[in-house]
C-alpha cells in the first residue's frame, strides 16, 4: 500500500528556473522540505516531512503558461500572503472570497501560479 487514494491529487510538478531559489521561496513561505535527486531535481515533502508530495524540476525550460494551478490550504490566509511576499513571491490575485472561503493567486520567483485558500 502508497497511502495514496485512487483518483486523488498525488503528486505535483513544478519547473523552476532555479532549483536553489524555488528550494529557498518554498522552504521560507511553506516551510517545505526536500529531498535532492540530483542536481536538477528535489522531491516536496510538506513542513513536517512525510512522503514525497511532487517535485521541482529543472529541465531548461520555462514554466508552462497554463498549467495546473495547484492549491495549498491555509488556517491563516493573511500570514501566508504575507509570508509569500516576504519570501519573493508576487501575489497575482486577491485575496478574494468565493463560495469555500478566501483565497489570493501568487507566482513564485521562476514564475510558477498557484493559489491558497482558506475558510475564512
Known amino acids: 500500500m502508497t497511502g495514496s487514494r485512487h ?13 536553489a531559489a524555488a528550494k529557498r521561496f518554498y522552504a521560507e513561505a ?20 512525510g512522503p514525497e508530495v511532487g517535485g521541482l524540476a529543472l529541465d531548461g525550460q520555462p ?26 513571491g508576487r501575489v497575482t490575485q486577491g485575496p478574494y472570497a468565493f463560495p469555500g472561503g478566501r483565497r489570493f493567486h501568487f507566482a513564485d520567483p521562476s514564475g510558477n501560479e498557484l493559489g491558497v485558500w482558506a475558510e475564512r
Open 7 to 19: 483518483h486523488a491529487i498525488d503528486y505535483v510538478e513544478l519547473t523552476v528556473t532555479d532549483l
Open 30 to 49: 511553506f516551510g517545505w522540505e526536500f529531498t535532492d535527486h540530483g542536481p536538477a531535481y528535489a522531491g516536496i515533502r510538506g513542513a513536517e516531512g
Open 63 to 88: 514554466p508552462r503558461p497554463g498549467g495546473p494551478l495547484v492549491l495549498l490550504f491555509s488556517d491563516d490566509l493573511d500570514r501566508t500572503l504575507g509570508a509569500v511576499e516576504a519570501a519573493g
